[in-house]
T-cell receptor, first 112, second 111 residues
């Protein structure tokens, strides 16, 4: 069984740029959630995808968008990057409405 | 809106001492609560869920709806328990399991 993987591990971008982060779900999982974890904070829910459709969203602006592909892998896109977008971005997968979410190692994004 | 509060950022105990990590929540519905743990250089993982009422690695947590608390306890701490602990509340809408996390407590167990 393959765990959740994320790429890249680290990323440095300039304010105003756009970024795409990628996540591969754990084998057999069809639901992916994305979280933002700022330094010293707990993870904060961005949105969730279930069978390629957005299935819930947290308090994040529209410049945060996502996609889920037929193989259940997922992308998080952030446009017009701001300094406050600097954080660890976590992806978590689960099977349907199962309660346990399996987290990836995260992508550390730094915006300068 | 739901909220999870972990009042202690840092907690340090000696090996063999009891440990309690506090968690309070606010939620208008019927909450589902979890504890997640992150060991050094490892990813975030589920420790326990209140519904299952299990003891995992010697840890237990009881949901107290009157006090809106879900404190994590272990009678005798071990050095390998040193980690970051997050309390989380789940809001379930249809098939959407959205987790709201607290800010976390860093537990250090000293030899």
């Amino acid at each position: 069984e393959t765990g959740v993987t994320q790429s890249p591990t680290h990323l440095i971008k300039t304010r105003g740029q756009q970024v795409t982060l990628r996540c591969s779900s754990q084998s057999g999982h069809n639901t992916v959630s994305w979280y933002q974890q700022a330094l010293g904070q707990g993870p904060q829910f961005i949105f969730q995808y279930y069978r390629e459709e957005e299935n819930g969203r947290g308090n994040f602006p529209p410049r945060f968008s996502g996609l889920q592909f037929p193989n259940y892998s997922s992308e998080l896109n952030v446009n017009a990057l701001e300094l406050d977008d600097s954080a660890l971005y976590l992806c978590a997968s689960t099977q349907g409405s199962a309660y346990e979410q399996y987290f990836g190692p995260g992508t550390r994004l730094t915006v300068t | 809106a739901q909220r999870v509060t972990q009042p202690e950022k840092l907690l340090s105990v000696f090996k063999g001492a009891p440990v309690e990590l506090k968690c309070n929540y606010s939620y208008s519905g019927s909450p589902e609560l979890f504890w997640y743990v992150q060991y050094s250089r490892q990813r975030l993982q589920l420790l326990l869920r209140h519904i299952s009422r299990e003891s995992i690695k010697g840890f237990t947590a009881d949901l107290n709806k009157g006090e809106t608390s879900f404190h994590l306890k272990k009678p005798f701490a071990q050095e390998e328990d040193s980690a970051m602990y997050y309390c989380a509340l789940s809001e379930v809408r249809g098939s959407n399991y959205k987790l709201t996390f607290g800010k976390g407590t860093l537990l250090t167990v000293n030899p």
